[in-house]
């Protein structure tokens, strides 16, 4: 008997997606061995990714673990090409749902409200609480211990089970659920090439490290369903701040979140509170060596900066990053002629410091940084552009 169109069952995600997923994560990560493996076929291997999440036969592959020191030590997991193509698949069929959700004043992985967005809200934060610092106000700056590494999949996933269920009405629906589900439980500890050597972890606290998290806990840095589930995680307490307590100024960038209010006396009583609704509802805990309470005269760090009345300043600690990332591309620069991914790895490192610094009174300080401590072996490659704002690479370079 011959079949009709109509008999012949149709795939839940279309091809089309897996494309436009595949062009999403190339665009950040063309440049990588991994990316470059994936890209010589593309083609055939986005249908087979396509024949085999249909088939529900897709099978997570192996991660690239490492440390990196900079702007804080930490462990990274660089997922399989493939994986990440998955990965935006699934915030692409979610983030709109999302950003419905998410309250105002959460700055992390959204866009338009990266860190230079959450640091002029905070300034803003300050000015509007103390009217224009003519009165008294107080900033509660507090962060999450080991954050990440304590994430509880289970609570994770049946909050997100239950946004999908709620929200979403596509005809892939279960689809979307069980590659969530597959993304939060995977754990790559079990499947995964370490780049570097051991010693890289020595220092490391194990509540920054998923080879020592609890059973069923931690998601890996570096993966972009990471960056927007753990934002999802924290969406509880955004709400349970901003419309529970009805606090009205309060921002939070993944776990590091600021409140001004009038009164310290009310900060004071706010911290076990807050502990305890973390506690009880994530499982989280307030980190007991980063708590700041001081009037907004004192200033408050902030993604990089400090912020003070009338002036946004740029952190020692950014600068020293800044220094220390430049040297760390120079000894490559002395080293050999750089890669085309080291080329790559230079641009990104380097402008991610000036896209901050860029919107603040730092002219002067990028202007002495990059000239005077930028090998010019470098300059064979590169060049600056919007004053001194970006770098950009030359298309032809100086043998």
């Known amino acids: 008997m011959q079949l009709s169109l109509f008999d012949i069952p149709q795939p839940k995600i279309a091809l089309q997606e897996l494309f436009e997923a595949y062009f999403s994560c190339r665009a950040n990560k063309r440049n990588t061995a991994n990316a470059i493996a994936f890209e010589v076929d593309y083609e055939s291997n986005l249908v087979q990714l396509y024949q085999d999440i249909n088939n529900e036969t897709y099978k997570i592959g192996r991660s690239i673990v490492f440390v990196v020191d900079k702007p804080v030590k930490r462990e990274i997991f660089a997922a399989d090409f493939r994986d990440r193509v998955v990965h935006h698949l699934v915030i692409g069929k979610l983030n709109q749902l999302f950003e419905k959700q998410f309250i105002h004043d959460s700055y992390s992985c959204r866009v338009g409200k990266g860190t230079h967005f959450g640091i002029q809200r905070i300034d803003k934060f300050i000015r509007q609480c103390s009217k224009n610092y003519t009165k008294d106000c107080y900033m509660l700056k507090l962060d999450l211990q080991g954050f990440f590494m304590s994430i509880n999949k289970n609570i994770l996933f049946a909050k997100l089970e239950q946004f999908i269920k709620e929200k979403y009405d596509q005809a892939d629906k279960e689809l979307i659920m069980k590659l969530c589900k597959q993304v ?20 490391l606290p194990q509540t920054k490290s998923l080879f020592h998290s609890q059973p069923n806990c931690g998601l890996p840095i570096g993966n972009l369903t990471s960056q927007v589930f753990a934002n999802f995680y924290m969406d509880s307490f955004d709400h349970y701040v901003k419309h529970d307590l009805k606090i009205k100024y309060y921002g939070r960038y993944v776990d590091d979140f600021v409140i001004v209010h009038e009164e310290n006396e009310y900060l004071k009583r706010l911290i076990p509170k807050l502990a305890e609704f973390l506690q009880a509802e994530l499982q989280s805990t307030i980190h007991p060596k980063k708590i700041y309470l001081q009037h907004y005269s004192k200033g408050v760090k902030f993604l990089g ?95």
């Open 184 to 203: 939060i439980f995977n754990d790559p500890t079990k499947n995964c090439i370490v780049k570097g050597n051991k010693s890289d972890w020595d220092n």
């Open 305 to 399: 900066t400090v912020i003070l009345p009338n002036r946004i300043y740029i952190a020692n600690r950014t600068k020293g990053n800044f220094y220390n990332a430049i040297e760390a591309q120079n000894q490559i620069a002395r080293d050999h002629k750089p890669t085309k991914e080291e080329q790559q790895t230079f641009q990104s490192s380097l402008n991610s410091y000036l896209g901050i610094m860029k919107h603040y009174k730092t002219y002067k300080l990028r202007k002495n940084m990059i000239f005077k401590n930028i090998s010019g072996w470098w300059w064979n490659y590169v060049y600056l552009s919007g004053g001194i704002a970006k770098f950009e690479m030359k298309t032809k370079t100086v043998k």
